[in-house]
């Protein structure tokens, strides 16, 4: 039996922190941490929730039942598992996130020294679509490629950035923000959806699986137990790098006060504190931080969409990273702006799909359990999603009046409520009866 060695298994976590390491998580921290000011730390608190301890769980969650998303939502049905899986590769893939990562880094690490023209953003685009292809086209070898060569430059950097912000800070702390006051841990809760890490785990779950089944380990309580270890390795180097940037944040206000968001922030803090050489390694930092995400998530998607089309893994990597080369180059603002909505929407699917899978084991019919409690969380994530989107008329009143709902959490006690009664109706009505052989 093959078993992996600790210099794999390292590797292996290496891998799944840079997999997660991409754009928003270097971005939405440091704006997160300057609005909160004096509440940082609670604001931190409520980000590591979303950022950190959800995408483990469900890294988890997808290691218990052999890492795909099509064993997790196979109590609620092929069409509609299959749906929500569509709608996650899509959301995380060539609609938002991959995209994503080729204009943050553009705007953050290239854009300083070329300018912001329409024809500087192409070409960078392009080239950088080459290479996450390079690595996408050879998924086997990811764990030698990222964890074993990319990440270690990648954390040398961040920890050059980390260590600075919280030995050389830019200033004290600042003043907290109006939205910070009230309820900086449910706010820091909601900044962690802009991660989309939540919605990520649910497709790098199949490609930590496939990369230590590439090394030969074949044992499924092996498998299992090594997605754990790496989601443990990944989420205690994320925890790491969101509480430097928080505070790098809250300490900036002095220097970067205008700012409108993080790229601004980390630009005007390694400009005052670095100078030229702090552009050039805040460069190094999030384009290989997004490059590493982009060739998880287009791997990720390549073998979804090539499973369920008649097309090849190829085919489908060739078009969707085309495709994300025209999203990409619409500019970022246009594509936070679009992305919100969808994930205020899509993150209460996610989040109670994880916490019922994890406790499957209590239910005598997960379906019973499953259906009733996914379709309240679709309900109202699509009217949290409508309201997020600009069309409060559309959202009833009542709703208003729910427990947390001006957070954008109005969904949790309707979601509670019906979980605890079809909890009750599932013991009722006993464990279902067994088709004989």
């Given at each position: 039996?093959?078993?992996?060695?600790?210099?794999?298994?390292?590797?292996?976590?290496f891998m799944t922190f840079a997999l997660f390491l991409g754009a928003g998580n270097i971005i939405f921290p440091p704006s997160a941490g300057m609005a909160a000011g004096d509440n940082v730390w609670r604001a931190a608190l409520g980000f590591l929730l979303t950022g950190v301890g959800l995408p483990l769980l469900t890294v988890v969650a997808l290691a218990r039942v052999g890492g795909g998303m099509d064993r997790l939502t196979a109590p609620l049905g092929k069409t509609a598992g299959l749906a929500f899986a569509v709608a996650v590769y899509l959301a995380i893939g060539p609609l938002f996130a991959t995209p994503r990562t080729a204009v943050v880094s553009f705007e953050m690490g290239v854009a300083p020294f070329t300018g912001e023209s329409g024809i500087a953003l192409f070409t960078y685009s392009a080239l950088y679509f080459v290479a996450v292809l390079f690595l996408a086209l050879n998924p086997g070898k990811l764990v030698d490629s990222i964890g074993k060569f990319i990440t270690p430059v990648l954390l040398a950097a961040l920890?050059?950035?980390?260590?600075?912000?919280?030995?050389?800070?830019?200033?004290?702390?600042?003043s907290t923000s109006q939205a910070y006051q009230t309820a900086p841990l449910v706010e820091g809760f909601l900044q962690g959806y802009l991660t989309m890490d939540t919605l990520g785990a649910l497709v790098f779950g199949i490609v930590i699986?496939?990369?230590?089944?590439?090394?030969?380990?074949?044992?499924?309580?092996?498998?299992?137990?090594?997605?754990?270890?790496?989601?443990?390795?990944?989420?205690?180097?994320?925890?790491?790098?969101?509480?430097a940037l928080f505070y790098l944040g809250a300490t900036s206000q002095?220097?970067?006060?205008?700012?409108?968001?993080?790229?601004?922030?980390?630009?005007?803090?390694?400009q005052h504190t670095f100078g030229t050489i702090g552009s050039l390694l805040l460069a190094v930092v999030i384009t290989l931080a997004c490059l590493t995400t982009a060739v998880g998530l287009l791997t990720a998607?390549?073998?979804?969409?090539s499973r369920i089309l008649p097309?090849?893994?190829?085919?489908?990597?060739?078009?969707?990273?085309?495709?994300?080369?025209?999203?990409?180059?619409?500019?970022?603002?246009?594509l936070i702006a679009f992305s919100v909505p969808?994930?205020?929407?899509?993150?209460?699917?996610?989040?109670?799909?994880?916490?019922?899978?994890?406790?499957?084991?209590?239910?005598?019919?997960?379906?019973?359990?499953?259906?009733?409690?996914?379709?309240?969380?679709l309900?109202?994530?699509?009217?949290?999603?409508?309201g997020a989107a600009g069309f409060k008329s559309l959202v009833p009143s009542f709703i208003e009046h729910l427990p947390l709902s001006s957070q954008s959490l109005a969904w949790l006690l309707p979601v509670l409520v019906v979980l605890v009664l079809a909890v009750i109706v599932d013991r009722l009505a006993g464990r279902p009866a067994v088709a004989p052989a």
């Open positions: 039996m093959t078993r992996l060695k600790g210099s794999d298994l390292l590797a292996l976590g920890l050059v950035l980390g260590g600075a912000a919280l030995s050389m800070p830019a200033g004290p702390i600042g699986a496939t990369a230590i089944r590439d090394h030969g380990v074949e044992d499924a309580g092996l498998v299992t137990r090594y997605s754990v270890i790496a989601g443990i390795i990944a989420a205690s180097g994320l925890a790491i790098v969101y509480l002095g220097i970067a006060g205008e700012a409108q968001n993080g790229v601004q922030i980390l630009t005007a803090y390694v998607c390549g073998e979804f969409f097309v090849s893994y190829r085919t489908v990597v060739l078009g969707l990273a085309a495709f994300s080369l025209l999203v990409a180059n619409q500019g970022l603002t246009q969808v994930l205020v929407g899509l993150y209460p699917l996610a989040i109670v799909l994880v916490a019922l899978s994890l406790c499957d084991r209590l239910w005598l019919s997960s379906r019973r359990v499953f259906v009733p409690t996914m379709l309240v969380a309900l109202f994530g699509l009217i949290d999603g409508l």
